[in-house]
């Protein structure tokens, strides 16, 4: 009979212990973004950074005080975000970013959404969850193109 030696428990320094931030998120008709954060571990968050995936890029949205405790970032659609996918993470002012999960996203403007003629382009913001849980956002860019709705035969 085999028997196994009992493990010692994990150890848990702050960071691992902590729970991560997690942001609701809620799309606009125009193409924006806002998200809601909360349980952040580290107080004192100040941005929101989205880095896109092999690239240097990076963009930093200002966290601020909203309803309830929450922290807001709103990332409008007049910002560009090119081509990709990009991590989430809470930056507190003067610490190491903290990779963000996901909550409530509320993507039902997004449904009826009509892209505006003018731009020459139709851009797209999703956030997902990734297969490890964490909250990234997928942007694509497309040339104006034809959708069907309804086809009655």
Known sequence: MTTLAPQPAPRHTDEYAATPPRADCVADSAGGLTFDITGSARAGAAYLVLRRRGSEDEVCLPLTPA????????????????????NAYAQPADGAPQRMVPGVNDLRSLVDRVPDAAAGHVAVRIPYATRHGNLTVRSWLRAPHAEAGELYV
């Open 67 to 86: 309803a309830d405790g929450r922290l807001r970032a709103v990332l409008p659609s007049g910002v560009e975000l090119p081509e990709g996918r990009w």
